[in-house]
């Protein structure tokens, strides 16, 4: 049986994925809460932002999941170590999903994948780090991944020498050579959301451009719109 945020993802995508990464747990909870009501529970999911969670912990996870529910909750813990202990600590908050990352031990995803199915949740691995993508993306759907979260920031864009462009052409190519689902992460807006969409991205990740907005409810709404028109 699949995971809950599976059967989700594979009937209301592509998805909008709100990072909620503050660390006042206040803020989160409003902006959440705020998005709930305006947005209802389809087409979109909360994420615990990993300085939520070292801020405050599981509590930050199972506060998120009792303002918002049903919408689900990602809890990126990106997790480097102890697989299974850290999938079963926000499986017991209430999470729908854990990270972890990509560029750990293949042993350590291994065992977090299998606790996460154990308990009904999806696993992510982050490739933030990674260097060679394709490669390791290909890999880790051999090891009971279920999301691949394409996480290239700014500073990795330059290092790796990546445009804007590019990125849209790797979301494009493992779109056809992966069974997995992709997630997109790092300095998405407005303008570039909908061109990973129509890439193939199933999860577009949203963080600053909407946490930072004097808007951000209009802004998450404009962005989920325009990526929900991509393939209606």
């Not at 995971?3 to 989700?8: G, K, Q, T, V």
């Not at 480097?80 to 999903?97: F, N, P, Y």
């Not at 999806?122 to 933030?128: K, R, T, V």
Request: with cysteine.
């Amino acid at each position: 049986m699949q995971p809950p945020l599976i059967d989700f993802i594979n009937r209301e995508k592509p998805v909008l994925q709100v990072a909620l990464d503050y660390t006042d747990i206040e803020k989160a909870l409003h902006l959440a809460s705020m998005l709930r009501r305006e947005l209802g529970h389809e087409h979109w999911v909360a994420e615990a932002g990993t300085p939520l969670i070292k801020s405050f912990g599981s509590i930050s996870i199972k506060l998120l999941k009792a303002s918002i529910d049903p919408v689900h909750v990602i809890a990126d813990t990106k997790t480097a170590d102890t697989g299974a202990l850290e999938v079963g600590i926000v499986a017991d908050a209430g999470a729908s999903a854990a990270t972890v990352l990509a560029c750990t031990l293949d042993e350590t995803i291994e065992t977090a994948a299998r606790e996460a199915h154990k308990k009904g949740l999806a696993l992510i691995a982050d490739l933030i780090a990674v260097k060679n993508i394709e490669q390791r993306a290909e890999e880790l759907e051999t090891l009971g991944v279920d999301i691949i979260e394409l996480h290239i920031g700014i500073d990795a864009q330059r290092a790796l020498g990546l445009t804007a462009g590019d990125i849209v052409e790797v979301v494009r190519r493992l779109s056809k050579r992966l069974k997995v689902y992709i997630a997109v992460a790092g300095g998405i807006n407005a303008e570039t959301a909908p061109k990973l969409a129509e890439a193939g991205a199933d999860i577009i990740i949203v963080g600053g451009a909407i946490t930072k907005s004097n808007e951000p409810v209009k802004t998450a709404r404009d962005i989920l719109n325009s990526i929900r028109s991509i393939r209606q």
